[in-house]
């Protein structure tokens, strides 16, 4: 089967996510605009291993993967618009896109994220389930769903580029 590209605006994210098939080892990457100033106990973004239970549509722009597909949303008033590309288009209430992914060439890269492990955060009073990073340059704590024997963290990606 080949990669297409769906895409459309909808106003019930919830319900699309639902029709989402993603297997197991799918991740999501959340992301919250709406005040420029991060209240306490209120990430302004979550990069972690996908759950059916996170509340999606309380986050302005998302990104749900896995392998083979990639659902893609971003609030507008009161609307999602979306894209989905990838094998499993079994999404209803999106059409084709106008792009053909046969018109594209696929690369394969990989990017080096941001960060390098702290052995013991324990030590530091940091408590997570998910392995913690520091990165100097940003003022704060990374984590990313990811063994906890990993020092350095690779997302490889399958980007498309027009002919």
């Not at 990457?29 to 990069?47: A, H």
């Not at 106008?98 to 408590?127: F, M, Q, T």
Request: hydrophobic content about 35%; proline content about 3%.
């Amino acid at each position: 089967m080949h990669d297409v590209i769906l895409q459309g605006t909808i106003d019930d994210l919830r319900r699309l996510l639902s029709e989402l098939d993603v297997s197991t080892r799918a991740w999501m990457l959340l992301e919250r605009r709406d005040d420029w100033f991060q209240k306490e106990g209120q990430e302004k973004i979550i990069f972690a291993t996908f759950s059916r239970e996170v509340e999606a549509e309380k986050w302005d722009q998302g990104c749900i993967f896995d392998y083979d597909s990639q659902l893609r949303w971003q609030r507008t008033n009161g609307e999602y618009r979306v894209t989905f590309s990838g094998t499993k288009p079994l999404i209803s209430v999106l059409q084709a896109a106008d792009l053909s992914l046969a018109d594209c060439e696929a690369k394969e890269v990989r990017y080096l994220l941001w960060g390098k492990k702290l052995d013991n955060p324990e030590e530091y009073g940091i408590r997570s389930d998910s392995p913690v990073f520091l990165e100097l340059q940003i003022p704060r704590l990374l984590t990313y769903p990811v063994s906890a024997k990993a020092n350095r963290v690779w997302l490889c990606v399958r980007e498309y580029y027009s002919r």
